[in-house]
C-alpha cells in the first residue's frame, strides 16, 4: 500500500486568492490523480499528473483554474486559482499501485473559500 | 458512459446486525472494482479491492461480491459496531483507458 500525505489539511480562504495543496507519497508512482469532492458529493476527478509532463485535465476543468505540478515521481501539487465559495470542497490526491492498480488515497485538503 | 449507482443512499442499523449495501454500474467492461470507507471530512480508505477475473474478496468481517455480467457488486458487513459508521463508496475502475468511476456513497449509521 501506499501511504499519502497532503499539506494543508486544511484552510480557509478570502475569494479571489489562491491556495496550493502538496501531496507527498511514501514511493515512487508514476500517476497521481487530484479529485475535488464537494458537500455532500462524491468524488470528481480534476486531472492525472504524470511526472515529465503536462497534466490531463477532466471536462470541464482548466489548467487555468487549476494548475498542477509533478517535478518527481513521489510529489505533485494541485493549486486552486482565483477562488470563489463555489471552489469550497475536499481536494483529494490519489495514487495507484503499479500491481493491481489498487488506489489509495490521501487524507484530503478541506478547503472553504469566504 | 459508465454510471455507478449505490444503494441505500443511507442506512441505520442496530449494533451487531448483519447487513449489504448495493453498487451497479452500466457498462460491465470493467477492470476492476474497489470499496472505499470514508469517514466524515477525511479521506478514502480502500477496503477491499476485486479485479475483473474474481468473483469476490473478503477482509475479516467485511466480504465484497463482483458479477460483472449483472453489473452489481455487494458489499456485506457481518456484525456491524458502531465504528462501521461511516460513508461506503464504490468505484468502478474502466478498461481502454476510461478512468475510475464513483459512487455517491451509502452513509451507515450503527447504533449502539
Known amino acids: 500500500s501506499a501511504v499519502i500525505s497532503q499539506k494543508p489539511s486544511r484552510d480557509i480562504c478570502q475569494r479571489g486568492t489562491s491556495l496550493t495543496i502538496q501531496c507527498q507519497v511514501d514511493?515512487?508512482?508514476?500517476?497521481m490523480f487530484w479529485y475535488r469532492q464537494q458537500p455532500g458529493q462524491s468524488l470528481t476527478l480534476i486531472a492525472t499528473?504524470?511526472?515529465?509532463?503536462?497534466?490531463?485535465?477532466e471536462s470541464g476543468f482548466v489548467i487555468d483554474k487549476f494548475p498542477i505540478s509533478r517535478p518527481n515521481l513521489t510529489f505533485s501539487t494541485l493549486t486552486v486559482s482565483n477562488m470563489s465559495p463555489e471552489d469550497s470542497s475536499i481536494y483529494l490526491c490519489s495514487v495507484e499501485s503499479q500491481g493491481n492498480n489498487e488506489q489509495f488515497f490521501g487524507p484530503g485538503t478541506r478547503l472553504t473559500v469566504l | 458512459k459508465q454510471e455507478v449507482t449505490q444503494i441505500p443512499a443511507a442506512l441505520s442499523v442496530p449494533e451487531g446486525e448483519n447487513l449489504v449495501l448495493n453498487c451497479s454500474f452500466t457498462?460491465?467492461?470493467?477492470?476492476?472494482l474497489q470499496w472505499f470507507r470514508q469517514d466524515p471530512g477525511k479521506g478514502l480508505t480502500s477496503l477491499l479491492l476485486i479485479q475483473s477475473s474474481q468473483r469476490e474478496q473478503t477482509s475479516g468481517r467485511l466480504n465484497a461480491s463482483l458479477d460483472k455480467s449483472s453489473g452489481r457488486s455487494t458489499l456485506y458487513i457481518a456484525a456491524s459496531q458502531p465504528g462501521d459508521s461511516a460513508t461506503y463508496l464504490c468505484?468502478?475502475?474502466?478498461?481502454?483507458?476510461?478512468?475510475?468511476?464513483f459512487g455517491a456513497g451509502t452513509r451507515l449509521f450503527v447504533k449502539a
Open positions: 468505484a468502478v475502475g474502466g478498461t481502454g483507458g476510461f478512468k475510475t468511476i
Open positions: 499528473a504524470n511526472q515529465g509532463s503536462e497534466a490531463t485535465y
Open positions: 514511493s515512487q508512482v508514476t500517476m
Open positions: 457498462d460491465s467492461a470493467i477492470y476492476n
